[in-house]
C-alpha cells in the first residue's frame, strides 16, 4: 500500500498567517491526490482534487501543489473558519489510502 | 445535491457482525462508486472498500475477510458488513461517493462502539 506521510503533524498559527502542510507518498503517484478539511464531529471535506484543482464553491485561499511524491496545501491567509485538522489522500492505486493529518491550532 | 445519511446499531458485541445501511438522497446510487470509511477515535481515516452500481466491489486489503459491501439500487442505498468484530473495530464510520478517486460528499457519520 502507498503510504502517506504528512508533515506536520499539528501546528499553530495566527489569523492571517501563510500556512504549507506538506504531504509525501512512498511512491510516486502523478497527480492522483486530493486533500481534505474536518472540524471536530464533522464528516471531511473536500477542498482539493487532481493535486490542485479547487473544489468549486471554496476560497481562493487555498490551493495544492505537487506531483510525483511531494504536494503541498497551503493557506494564503488564515482565516478563523480555517483551523481544523487536514488530510491528504491518495487515488492512484488499491487500496486508498489518506494521510495521518495536521491539526491547525490557534497560536 | 446528493446527500449521504448512515444507519444502524451504535453498539456491537465482539465477535459479533456490524451492520450499516447508507442511504442515497438527491441522486442516483446508478452513477457512482460507493465507499465506506472509517475514523477511530482520536485518530486517522482508512479506507474500508468500495462498491459500484453493477455490484463490483473492491476491499481493503487489511479487512477483506472480514468485509462485505453489498447495494440496493431499488433503495438507492448501499451496506457494510463488518464482521468478527473487537474492540480495535470501534469508530465512526462514513459513506462517501467515490472509491475510483477522491470521496466526496460524505455523509455525517456514526459512530459504532465494540464493548460487551
Known amino acids: 500500500a502507498i503510504q502517506l506521510t504528512q508533515s506536520p503533524s499539528s501546528l499553530s498559527a495566527s489569523v492571517g498567517d501563510r500556512v504549507t502542510i506538506t504531504c509525501r507518498a512512498s511512491?510516486?503517484?502523478?497527480?492522483?491526490l486530493a486533500w481534505y478539511q474536518q472540524k471536530p464531529g464533522k464528516s471531511p471535506k473536500l477542498l482539493i482534487y487532481d493535486a490542485s484543482s479547487l473544489e468549486s464553491g471554496l476560497p481562493s485561499r487555498f490551493s495544492g501543489s505537487g506531483s510525483g511524491t511531494d504536494f503541498t496545501l497551503t493557506i494564503s491567509s488564515l482565516q478563523p473558519e480555517d483551523f481544523a485538522t487536514y488530510y491528504c489522500q491518495q487515488f492512484n492505486s488499491y487500496p486508498l489510502t489518506f494521510g495521518g493529518g495536521t491539526k491547525v491550532e490557534i497560536k | 445535491q446528493v446527500q449521504l445519511q448512515e444507519s444502524g446499531p451504535g453498539l456491537v458485541k465482539p465477535s459479533e457482525t456490524l451492520s450499516l445501511t447508507c442511504t442515497v438522497s438527491g441522486g442516483s446510487i446508478r452513477s457512482s462508486y460507493w465507499s465506506w470509511i472509517r475514523q477511530p477515535p482520536r485518530k486517522g481515516l482508512q479506507w474500508i472498500g468500495y462498491i459500484h452500481y453493477t455490484g463490483s466491489t473492491n476491499y481493503n486489503p487489511s479487512l477483506k475477510s472480514r468485509v462485505t459491501i453489498s447495494v440496493n439500487t431499488s433503495k438507492n442505498q448501499f451496506s457494510l458488513r463488518l464482521n468478527s468484530v473487537t474492540a480495535a473495530d470501534t469508530a465512526v464510520y462514513y459513506c462517501a461517493s467515490g472509491g475510483d478517486s477522491w470521496f466526496d460528499p460524505w455523509g455525517q457519520g456514526t459512530l459504532v462502539t465494540v464493548s460487551s
Open positions: 511512491q510516486g503517484i502523478t497527480s492522483d
